[in-house]
T-cell receptor, first 113, second 112 residues
Framework: AQSVTQPDIHITVSEGASLELRCNYS??????LFWYVQSPGQGLQLLLK??????LVQGIKGFEAEFKRSQSSFNLRKPSVHWSDAAEYFC???????????FGTGTQLKVEL | ETGVTQSPTHLIKTRGQQVTLRCSSQ?????VSWYQQALGQGPQFIFQ???????GRGNFPPRFSGLQFPNYSSELNVNALELDDSALYLC???????????FGSGTRLTVV
């Protein structure tokens, strides 16, 4: 069964600083990979996804993620964080042809002004 | 295009009662999945519906059941509610085989 690890439960960064949120997955093949963001009391908004091809994926709100097969990682990055980026971020995997998204436990991002 | 809409947004039920949650899928999407998100956790897959049939199920007991209608909307029913059923229930729609899931804002269920 696939699994997703987000090792950082909480991260605090200053506004304008760069951000990297870590995600590692365990799966026999290369799954589809996703990053979602969740504001308090809200549903999940898709930031970006990786299915195949270029391993550097661009998403919305200035986010990008890089797939590294050798490390089974899909880390999320943003060069300059805005206060409005404060939220919870979830990494998720979906087996190719599968129907079950498996999520990590999330990383809570706090942005200091 | 319309997104995924869920109703109600909040609900309080008593232990042992039954509850029905509703979801309207995004226009053009024919698959609906339901997820349970307990406080401080990532969402957990409950089941998926495609062509009005259950198309995969997570580790949830049979008292969690669902329906999908010809217009692709869906219901999640939970019988004999337990305190641990308190959670945010998220609905996600997609086009079968395309892998992109659009989530609704969820229904917050509190069981007392």
């Amino acid at each position: 069964a696939q699994s997703v690890t987000q090792p950082d439960i909480h991260i605090t960064v200053s506004e304008g600083a760069s951000l990297e949120l870590r995600c590692n997955y365990s799966y026999g093949a290369t799954p589809y990979l996703f990053w979602y963001v969740q504001s308090p009391g809200q549903g999940l908004q898709l930031l970006l996804k990786y299915f195949s091809g270029d391993t550097l994926v661009q998403g919305i709100k200035g986010f990008e993620a890089e797939f590294k097969r050798s490390q089974s990682s899909f880390n999320l990055r943003k060069p300059s964080v805005h206060w409005s980026d404060a939220a919870e971020y979830f990494c998720a995997v979906l087996p190719e042809g599968g129907n079950k998204l498996t999520f990590g436990t999330g990383t809570q991002l706090k942005v200091e002004l | 295009e319309t997104g995924v809409t869920q109703s109600p947004t909040h609900l309080i039920k008593t232990r042992g009662q039954q509850v029905t949650l509703r979801c309207s899928s995004q226009s053009g999407h024919n698959t609906v999945s339901w997820y349970q998100q307990a406080l401080g956790q990532g969402p957990q897959f409950i089941f998926q519906y495609y062509r009005e049939e259950e198309n995969g199920r997570g580790n949830f007991p049979p008292r969690f059941s669902g329906l999908q209608f010809p217009n692709y909307s869906s219901e999640l029913n939970v019988n004999a509610l337990e305190l641990d059923d308190s959670a945010l229930y998220l609905c996600a729609s997609s086009k079968a085989g395309r892998g992109g899931y659009t989530f609704g804002s969820g229904t917050r269920l509190t069981v007392v």
